[in-house]
C-alpha cells in the first residue's frame, strides 16, 4: 500500500495518500459520506449535514468514548470532492474515474509539522480498513484487533524521516 507524502499544501504542512479502487466513483463516494460505510474504516462515528458551510460531527470512538468534536464542512460536491474541518486540521477527498474504477486522494492539513508521522500512521490503518471494506471483506474499524499495527507503520515513517514529536495517546 503507498505510503503518504508530507506536502505543502496553501502554506501548511500536509500529508497526502492516494490509493486506486476497482469500484466506481460513487461506491468511493458513499464510503467517504455515508455513516455506515464510514463505520467500516473511521475512527470516529460520523454525522454531516451534506451541504457547504453543514456541520460535521465526530463521536464515539471506541479508544476515546468521551471524545466529541465537529467541524464545518467547506467542499461539498458530489460525487468527486469533499472537505471539512476536523479540529486545527482540514480533511480534503477527491475522487477521479480511471478506466477500470477510481482514484482517491486524501490530503490532510495538519494543525502542526511534528504531527505527520502520528497522523500518516493512523491513515495509513485506517486506509487499510477502507481497502478491505470496499473489497467486501470484513472491515472492523481502525480501532480492531483485526487492522493493521498504527505503531508499526508510525515507526516506519519516523525511521523515513516524517516530522514526528507530536502527543501520541498512551494506548497507540
Sequence with gaps: ???GTLIDHDGRPAIRFRREFAQPVERVWNA?????????????KVRMEPRVGGTVEFYDDPKQPEFQTSGKILIYQPPTRLAYSWQASEL???IEATGDGCVLTLIELLEARDAAARNAA????????L???LAGQKAEGPHSDS???WRKHYDEYVAAGMPSGAWIPSDA
Design 1 to 3: 500500500m503507498e505510503r
Design 32 to 44: 467517504i459520506t455515508m455513516p455506515d460505510d464510514l463505520a467500516a474504516w473511521f475512527p470516529f
Design 92 to 94: 480534503h477527498f477527491t
Design 122 to 129: 493512523g491513515w495509513m490503518v485506517c486506509l487499510s480498513e
Design 131 to 133: 481497502t478491505k471494506h
Design 147 to 149: 487492522a493493521e499495527s
